[in-house]
Nanobody, 127 residues
Framework: QVQLVESGGGLVQAGGSLRLSCQAS????????MGWFRQAPGKEREFVAAVSASGGRTYYTDSVKGRFTISRDNRKNTVTLQMDTLKLEDTAVYYCAADFKIRTGGQITLAQAPGYWGQGTQVTVSS
């Protein structure tokens, strides 16, 4: 099994930055794709970003491209999401996730649900 613990959420003004961190523990961390999802009040949980097991490939939903950067360090068992130029619509609970599959081309869709989730961390962007 894999355990995921998130940190880094908080309150930030529009245009500012936050960095979310996910600390993973358990077996075969380096074998899992990792990513971030978010859920805003009254909306469904949506895909935000993913990184391949090796860290060589990254994927982003259109609304965050050019603003967010996902990365991983398999030696430290960590995944980060650097969020820049934050907008009001980025306000949501952000969840770290492991072991899932996505389909690319057009809008990214979830092909296989994550096997593991973090507890979620609140990100609030104010004007």
């Amino acid at each position: 099994q894999v355990q995921l613990v998130e940190s880094g959420g908080g309150l930030v003004q529009a245009g500012g930055s936050l960095r979310l961190s996910c600390q993973a523990s358990g077996r075969t961390f380096s074998n899992y794709p990792m990513g971030w999802f978010r859920q805003a009040p009254g909306k469904e949980r949506e895909f935000v970003a993913a990184v391949s097991a090796s860290g060589g490939r990254t994927y982003y939903t259109d609304s965050v491209k050019g603003r967010f950067t996902i990365s991983r360090d398999n030696r430290k068992n960590t995944v980060t999401l650097q969020m820049d130029t934050l907008k009001l619509e980025d306000t949501a609970v952000y969840y770290c996730a492991a072991d899932f599959k996505i389909r690319t081309g057009g809008q990214i869709t979830l092909a296989q649900a994550p096997g593991y989730w973090g507890q979620g961390t609140q990100v609030t962007v104010s004007s």
